[in-house]
Structures are given as structure tokens and as C-alpha cells.
């Protein structure tokens, strides 16, 4: 069973910025093609934020794009996710995902990914 560990979450005023990282572990981790954060503010849908493939092909929704960097840490099974200019609409509880097996959803699709983090919550005040 693969497992998702997420960092980095906290309180931080809106321009500011944070770090978010992703550890995945266990199971068959190293079959991972693609990683990705998704956010989930109160009472709304889980948005994706972005995600990096095994050939290194990033991609950023258009709500962070700017202002986002998204990347593979120093070891595969990472990922990390830094926000700068934060706002407040970016408060959420933030997800890391791990698409083990292979399927035609987009990668911004929750069904693209088989593994998720429990999430951690980041909260911007104006």
C-alpha cells in the first residue's frame, strides 16, 4: 500500500508564502508515473493544483500559475509545492496524489490517481 505523507501547511498572511512537501512510501511507490496536489477549500470541490509526470512535464491550474512552482524533491518519491503571493482564496486543505496504474483521465482528474495523502490545511488571512 502506497502511502502519501504531506508538510509544510500552516497560517501565513495573504503575500506571503509557503512550502508544501509530499513523502510517498511503500507498496509498489516506485511504479509512480504521475504526482500531483489538489486543494479542497469549506463547501467547495476539490480543485487540482498541479502535477509532474515521470518525463518531467509540469502542469499549474490557472488559479496559481504565477505564482506556483511544482516539483519533484530530491528524491523520486517527492513532491513538492511552493506558493508565493498567497491569497486568501488559497486557503485549503491541500492533497498530494500519486498515480500508480495507467488510465486516459486527465491529470486533473481525481481519477487519474490510485493514492492520497490525508491532507494539510493552509489558511491565509488578509
Known amino acids: 500500500q502506497v502511502q502519501l505523507v504531506e508538510s509544510g501547511g500552516g497560517s501565513v498572511q495573504s503575500g506571503g508564502s509557503l512550502r508544501l512537501s509530499c513523502r510517498a512510501s511503500?507498496?509498489?511507490?516506485?511504479?509512480?508515473?504521475?504526482m500531483a496536489w489538489f486543494r479542497q477549500a469549506s463547501g467547495m470541490e476539490c480543485e487540482w493544483v498541479g502535477s509532474v509526470d515521470n518525463y518531467g512535464a509540469t502542469d499549474l491550474a490557472h488559479s496559481v500559475k504565477g505564482r506556483a512552482t511544482i516539483f519533484r524533491g530530491r528524491t523520486e518519491n517527492t513532491l513538492d509545492l511552493q506558493i508565493t503571493d498567497l491569497e486568501t482564496s488559497d486557503s485549503a486543505m491541500y492533497y498530494c496524489?500519486?498515480?500508480?496504474?495507467?488510465?486516459?483521465?486527465?491529470?486533473?482528474?481525481?481519477?487519474?490517481?490510485?493514492?492520497w495523502g490525508r491532507g494539510t490545511q493552509v489558511t491565509v488571512s488578509s
Open positions: 511503500g507498496g509498489n511507490v516506485e511504479d509512480t508515473h504521475i
Open positions: 496524489a500519486a498515480g500508480i496504474t495507467t488510465n486516459w483521465s486527465p491529470r486533473n482528474s481525481p481519477g487519474r490517481y490510485n493514492y
